[in-house]
Nanobody
Framework: QLQLVESGGGLVQPGGSLTLSCTAS??????IGWFRRAPGKETEGLAC????????MVADSVKGRFTIARDNAKNTVYLQMNDLNPEDTAEYSC???????????????????WGEGTPVTVSS
């Protein structure tokens, strides 16, 4: 059974960077999305990547600061986050729609297998 595990969150100062990892429990490459939920706000889709990395998208709200990549040999999808600010403070999660295709799931209603999340706090 597929499980997703996020790691890499933590406390970072404004202007800093973090790289989040999303590792799958089985050696199948799925189409993956990264999401975040800040206190009092709705879940926001940030980026997505297809199973072979031939389709990628990044939300306009973080474009230019966040990038997504994957290493299928390690069953891992990465979210590189640069120039972080306090508004980026949230719980970050990865999720999949269960497809290994050319889809790019960046809407929360398009995915149904979620990791438990990793917290990111941006503060001085």
């Amino acid at each position: 059974q597929l499980q997703l595990v996020e790691s890499g969150g933590g406390l970072v100062q404004p202007g800093g960077s973090l790289t989040l990892s999303c590792t799958a429990s089985i050696s199948v490459s799925y189409d993956i999305g990264w999401f975040r939920r800040a206190p009092g706000k709705e879940t926001e889709g940030l980026a997505c990547i297809s199973s072979r990395a031939d389709v990628k998208m990044v939300a306009d709200s973080v474009k230019g600061r966040f990038t997504i990549a994957r290493d299928n040999a390690k069953n891992t999808v990465y979210l590189q986050m640069n120039d972080l600010n306090p508004e980026d403070t949230a719980e970050y999660s990865c999720a999949t729609n269960g497809f290994s295709a050319r889809s790019c799931p960046m809407a929360f209603y398009a995915v149904h297998i979620w990791g438990e999340g990793t917290p990111v706090t941006v503060s001085s």
